[in-house]
Antibody
């Protein structure tokens, strides 16, 4: 069974940091790019960023609004991906999903983890 | 990169067909055959329904179909069923390692 499980969400003050984790199983994790997608309460989906596979040199890409503040990484030996979020802003408050991708679409999704940025 | 444009709502009676549009630009939808559609029930994770414009993952009913013309993609749900009531989001690759979603359409089965 394919599973992706996010963890690490919580309440953080503006300007603070948080690191999300995504644990995957049931598919070829090392052969899949990993994306992060977020969704503010009552709003639509927003693509956050992506990390490629080892074959793709673990290249990362980010939406402009988080570039320079967020960093995606992965540990293939543990089937885990991470989203390091620094200099957090209130507008970063959202449910964050990790999702796998073997091409230009997102096939497996986690259940999401809530990040709240508030004083 | 601006979000793709979807109608906020759509509706149909059981058994009917409904089509949801998703309009972008020549830099995203019009430039690539990498349009995908996702179904999301309240409080749940999104689910891939259509990829590469018109392909269905295994397990997705053939009542769901996708198409594209120019800068606009469409998702058609035929033979509407109660469980199809959900939010639907389109997505397109937008070049330069960027992806963009639509604002979402709430599909109501009357």
């Amino acid at each position: 069974e394919v599973q992706m499980v996010e963890s690490g969400g919580g309440l953080v003050q503006p300007g603070g940091s948080l690191k999300l984790s995504c644990a995957a199983s049931g598919f070829s994790f090392s052969g899949s790019a990993i994306h992060w997608v977020r969704q503010a309460s009552g709003k639509g989906l927003e693509w956050v960023g992506r990390i490629r596979t080892k074959t793709g040199d673990y290249a990362t890409a980010y939406v402009e609004s988080v570039r320079g503040r967020f960093t995606i990484s992965r540990t293939d030996s543990e089937n885990r991906a991470y989203l390091q979020m620094d200099s957090l802003r209130t507008e970063d408050t959202a449910v964050y999903y990790c999702t796998s991708s073997s091409s230009y679409y997102f096939d497996n999704w986690g259940q999401g983890t809530l990040v709240t940025v508030s004083a | 990169q601006s979000a793709l444009t979807q109608p906020p709502s759509a509706s149909g009676s059981p058994g009917q067909s409904v089509t949801i549009s998703c309009t972008g630009t020549s830099s995203d939808i019009g430039g690539y055959d990498y349009v995908s559609w996702y179904q999301q029930h309240p409080g749940k994770a999104p689910k891939l329904m259509i990829f590469e414009v018109n392909k269905r993952p295994s397990g997705v009913p053939d009542r769901f179909s996708g198409s594209k013309s120019g800068n606009t993609a469409s998702l058609t749900v035929s033979g509407l069923q109660a469980e199809d009531e959900a939010n639907y989001y389109c997505n397109s690759y937008a070049g330069s390692n960027n992806w963009v979603f639509g604002g979402g359409t709430k599909l109501t089965v009357l």
